[in-house]
């Protein structure tokens, strides 16, 4: 059984290869729906969304999906659209705390595990010179909430609570232990 990462996401593939797991990446380009009345079922909808068409392909591997969405109070922030979208982020999380949750579906077999992970983020409070500085670096451009904690967005960081590595795009030892647990549990089929 292999284990295929139904991401593009260059955190994520970073993050599985620091775990030590050997794995594929297969993508299926899909219409990401927003479905769900909270943000946890909406990240978990985004991940299985992700990761069912991959798993429908390759139903003897473990197929894993994912989506982080950063929520400051009760609003879901994407990725920026524009360098002024990003600099609108960045004030409205300036000296506020925040959430990150991401969503984790993760298939084989026929049988799928989903999960949502969350971490609270509270920022400094962050001049318009140190949001410009961040914004010309390009790092917020593609990530969720316009910043990156892994980057150069750590200097916007006062300090967290739960799993970093969430905040970067997947909760780690969560997933790998999901993973061991779905391929165990298909071996014993």
């Known amino acids: 059984m292999k284990i295929v990462l139904a ?11 620091t775990a030590g797991l050997d794995f594929e990446i297969d993508v299926e ?3 990401e729906i927003v479905q769900g009345d909270c943000v ?3 990240v978990c909808s985004l991940a299985e969304q992700k990761c069912s068409p991959v798993a429908l392909r390759r139903p003897n591997d473990c ?6 969405v950063v929520v400051l109070n009760d609003k ?4 920026p659209k524009d360098r002024e979208d990003a600099k609108r982020m960045l004030r409205a999380l300036s000296g506020n705390e925040h959430a990150v949750y991401t969503g984790v579906c993760i298939a084989a077999n026929g049988k799928k595990n989903i999960f949502c992970e969350e971490t609270k983020v509270r920022f400094f409070d962050l001049t318009d010179e140190e949001i410009e500085k961040y914004v010309a670096t390009n790092e917020p451009m593609d990530k969720a909430g316009a910043y990156g904690i892994q980057g150069y967005g750590c200097t916007l960081v006062e300090g967290i609570d739960g799993d970093y590595f969430n905040v970067v795009g997947l909760p780690v030892a969560r997933t790998v232990r999901a993973i061991r ?4 549990f298909c071996k014993e089929q």
């Open 7 to 17: 991401s593009s996401s260059p955190r994520r593939k970073e993050l599985l290869k």
């Open 63 to 68: 197929v894993i999906g994912a989506d982080t």
């Open 76 to 79: 879901i922030l994407g990725k």
């Open 40 to 42: 946890e079922e909406i």
């Open 181 to 184: 647990a779905i391929i165990d």
């Open 29 to 31: 380009g899909v219409e």
